[in-house]
């Protein structure tokens, strides 16, 4: 089909991306009707060049905020360098990037992917390689309830989501789901097939369910007991989201292996798979893809990485953490808001009644951009550049949306 110049230089209106999207765009989710334009720091702008303050932080991958310069600059001095080495060379970014994480994790050996599903894929890889040499074959791996890991068939199946019980099966067998937070139910379901207990520190997706003192323990010193993997999957926890560099740092336990996506890359798609040296344990050919290492994002990572500890961003997502929850403790009595739970910038509170999609579209109409995961959560995770007067802002912002939603005006 030959394009005219009129459709190959089409300017679109807002209304234009709308009916294309409409029309073009595979049907996965509902989106509000806005075209996110630009975006800079902690805030975005549409195609109407109306302003959103980011507490969603483009899903927590947006650690740095919205084109930080350390994404620009790393983009810049790498691409017209090298873009794409293949797979099957070596090159400078991912050798460093590698060495930084093993450095800061304490967890020798990495495997670099794209997305986070891709680098869980590559953590129950290597959990049934560990059950097929040195486990009788063991093979599989408990999760838990409401846990997430990830949209590729195998990562649906290790996700403990009740309403994928049912879909695109038959899915990836050998996943065991214990309730979360409960060690009696994991210790029970930990038998002779047995590889590796999976879990998220926090869960994220689940609605932010932190557990409770002791419990990140003794599932790692059972792990240990045992012979078996404890994967802990980072994707979302890690990166100084939580108030340290990993989630695990807060229990003291350190997990056989470890993923990493979201805040790795700034917003980057790039991901991590850590292991501990004994469990360097593929043979040629076993992992791998076309974009694993790829000097570009692990460019990026390396600059995001290092400016996170630079700046011990960590410390900061720890302080603004307390300061969001300390504000958020107003609408407890002035809106109903309950539970309020969370560490560092991952945050979440219960509403008084199943209104989370009403008040997420309430917020974005008066400029703020929150995330409902479950009808009555809220989950705030901003970027972990964001100061005391945002979060004013946002929690200003939050209590006029949930009035309205609650119709208490
Ligand atoms: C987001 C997420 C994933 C999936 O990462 P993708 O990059 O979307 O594939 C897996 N596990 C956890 C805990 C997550 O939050």
């Known amino acids: ?11 679109y209106t807002t209304n234009d991306y709308l009916e294309a999207a409409d029309r073009s765009l595979l049907f996965v989710t509902s989106r509000p009707p806005v075209v996110m334009a ?6 975005l702008t549409d195609t109407e060049g109306k302003e959103y303050l980011d507490f969603v932080g483009g899903w927590a991958a947006t650690c740095l905020g919205h084109s930080p310069e350390a994404v620009r600059k790393a983009l810049a001095a790498q691409s017209p360098l090298l873009v794409n080495a293949s797979p099957s060379f070596l090159n400078k970014p991912m050798v460093e990037l590698a060495d930084l994480l093993a450095r800061v994790s304490g967890l020798e050996r990495v495997f670099l992917a794209s997305t986070g599903a891709e680098a869980n894929e590559g953590a129950i890889k290597l959990a049934r390689k560990y059950g097929a040499l040195r486990l009788n074959g063991a093979y599989e791996i408990v999760t838990t309830l409401k846990g997430f890991h990830g949209r590729t ?7 403990g989501k ?8 038959p899915k990836t ?6 309730p979360w937070n409960d060690f009696e ?8 097939r047995t590889c590796a207990v999976m879990l998220e520190p926090i869960q994220g997706e689940g609605g932010v369910n932190v557990p409770a003192p002791g419990y990140l323990e003794r599932v790692r010193e059972f792990c240990t007991k045992r012979g078996i993997l404890l994967i802990f999957d980072e994707i ?3 990166i100084g989201r939580t108030g340290k560099l990993f989630c695990f740092q807060h229990a003291g336990v350190r997990p056989d292996i470890l993923t990493l996506a979201k805040g790795l890359g700034g917003g980057f798609p790039i991901s991590a798979m850590l292991a501990r040296e004994e469990f360097n344990i593929f043979d040629a050919g076993d992992q791998g893809g076309t974009y694993c290492g790829q000097p570009l994002g692990a460019a990026v990572a390396l600059s995001v990485l290092r400016e996170v500890i630079d700046r011990d961003l960590s410390s900061a997502a720890d302080s603004m953490g307390r300061f969001l929850v300390s504000g958020l403790g107003r609408l407890v009595s002035s809106c109903g808001v309950r539970d309020i739970r969370g ?9 008084p009644a199943p209104l989370g999609d009403e008040t997420v579209d309430a917020c974005r109409n008066l400029g703020l951009l929150v995330n409902s995961p479950q009808p009555a959560t809220l989950r705030l995770m901003p970027p972990l550049i964001v100061g005391k007067q945002e979060i004013d802002e946002a929690v200003q912002i939050l209590e006029r949306a949930l009035l309205h939603v609650l119709k208490r005006v």
Not at 1 to 11: E, F, I, S, V
Not at 38 to 43: A, D, K, L, P, Y
Not at 162 to 169: G, H, T, V
């Open 1 to 11: 089909m030959q394009l005219d110049a009129p459709t190959l230089q089409r300017q």
């Open 38 to 43: 630009s975006g800079r720091g902690m805030r």
């Open 153 to 159: 068939l195998t990562t649906m199946s290790a996700t």
């Open 162 to 169: 009740e309403q994928w019980k049912s879909l695109f099966e």
């Open 173 to 178: 067998p050998g996943f065991v789901h214990v």
């Open 185 to 192: 139910a994991l210790e029970g379901a930990v038998g002779e």
């Open 236 to 238: 979302q926890t890690g």
């Open 343 to 351: 560490m560092g910038l991952l945050v979440a509170f219960g509403l």
